[in-house]
C-alpha cells in the first residue's frame, strides 16, 4: 500500500531559504532549528490530512528593520530528515519514486524580493526541489526583534501551498470509488526564531 507521497514537498520549501543578492547593513539573523518547525500537510484518501515535518535545516535572515522589503532568506532543508511517525510512509517518501534522496539529498529557497502588498508582505523566491525550481509566493509575518538573556531574536511565521506535480511528484493512484490516494495540493507552514548574529 502506498503512503502519501509528495507531502514532504511541503516544508521543504519553507526554511530553505536563499538569497541571489547581497544586502548591505542589514543585520544577520540565523534561524535556531531547536526552536523551529518546519512541517507540512497533505490530503490522504480524500478524508483526512496526513501531517509531517522536517528534523534538519538551516536558515539566514538578512534582515533590513527599516525597509523590510531590502531583506532577504537563505538556507536549506535535508529531505532525508522527513518525519510522518510512520517509518515504512517515510521511507516511500525518500525513494526515487518521490523525493529520490540520493540524487536530490536538499530542497532549497531562494529569495529574490519582499513585496509589501496591502501591509503584509510576500516572500518571492525559487524553490528547488528533486531538480525541478519554481518561482513560489509565501506571506509571512515577522515580530521583535526582541532581546532576551542579551541575544537579539526574531520571530517568525509564513504559511503557503504548493502543487506537489510541479516538482515531479506525479504519483497518482486512484482510490476504488475515484478520487486520489494521495492529494496534489500541499500546505507548507513555518514558526520558529532565528538569533541575531554578531560581526
Given at each position: 500500500m502506498?503512503?502519501?507521497g509528495?507531502?514532504?514537498?511541503?516544508?521543504?520549501?519553507?526554511?530553505?531559504?536563499?538569497?541571489?543578492?547581497?544586502?548591505?547593513?542589514?543585520?544577520?539573523?540565523?534561524?535556531d532549528?531547536?526552536?523551529?518547525?518546519?512541517?507540512?500537510?497533505?490530503?490522504?484518501?480524500?478524508?483526512?490530512?496526513?501531517?509531517?515535518?522536517?528534523?534538519?535545516?538551516?536558515?539566514?535572515?538578512?534582515?533590513e528593520?527599516?525597509?523590510?522589503?531590502?531583506?532577504?532568506?537563505?538556507?536549506?532543508i535535508?529531505?532525508?530528515?522527513?518525519?510522518?511517525?510512520?517509518?515504512?510512509?517515510?521511507?516511500?517518501?525518500?525513494?526515487?519514486?518521490?523525493?529520490?534522496?540520493?540524487?536530490?539529498?536538499?530542497?532549497?529557497?531562494?529569495?529574490?524580493?519582499?513585496?509589501?502588498?496591502?501591509?503584509?508582505?510576500?516572500?518571492?523566491?525559487?524553490?528547488?526541489?528533486?531538480?525541478?525550481?519554481?518561482?513560489?509566493?509565501?506571506?509571512?509575518?515577522?515580530?521583535?526583534?526582541?532581546?532576551?538573556?542579551?541575544?537579539?531574536?526574531?520571530?517568525?511565521?509564513?504559511?503557503?501551498?504548493?502543487?506537489?506535480?510541479?516538482?515531479?511528484?506525479?504519483?497518482?493512484?486512484?482510490?476504488?470509488?475515484?478520487?486520489?490516494?494521495v492529494?496534489?495540493?500541499?500546505?507548507?507552514?513555518?514558526?520558529?526564531?532565528?538569533?541575531k548574529?554578531?560581526?
Open positions: 502506498r503512503y502519501s509528495g507531502l514532504a514537498i511541503v516544508l521543504a520549501v519553507l526554511v530553505g531559504l536563499g538569497s541571489v543578492r547581497v544586502v548591505f547593513g542589514a543585520d544577520r539573523y540565523q534561524v532549528p531547536s526552536h523551529t518547525s518546519v512541517s507540512f500537510a497533505v490530503r490522504h484518501l480524500a478524508i483526512y490530512k496526513v501531517r509531517g515535518q522536517f528534523h534538519e535545516f538551516t536558515g539566514t535572515i538578512r534582515y528593520e527599516a525597509d523590510i522589503t531590502q531583506s532577504a532568506l537563505e538556507g536549506a535535508q529531505v532525508d530528515s522527513i518525519d510522518t511517525e510512520h517509518a515504512k510512509r517515510d521511507a516511500d517518501l525518500r525513494s526515487a519514486e518521490f523525493f529520490d534522496v540520493e540524487r536530490f539529498p536538499t530542497i532549497t529557497f531562494t529569495s529574490q524580493r519582499v513585496e509589501n502588498r496591502d501591509k503584509s508582505y510576500v516572500l518571492i523566491g525559487a524553490l528547488s526541489l528533486r531538480g525541478v525550481s519554481k518561482e513560489v509566493a509565501i506571506p509571512f509575518t515577522l515580530t521583535g526583534p526582541v532581546v532576551h538573556l542579551g541575544k537579539a531574536m526574531l520571530g517568525f511565521e509564513a504559511s503557503f501551498e504548493i502543487n506537489r506535480k510541479d516538482f515531479g511528484m506525479t504519483y497518482a493512484k486512484g482510490m476504488d470509488a475515484g478520487g486520489l490516494v492529494g496534489n495540493t500541499v500546505r507548507i507552514e513555518l514558526s520558529g526564531r532565528a538569533v548574529q554578531e560581526g
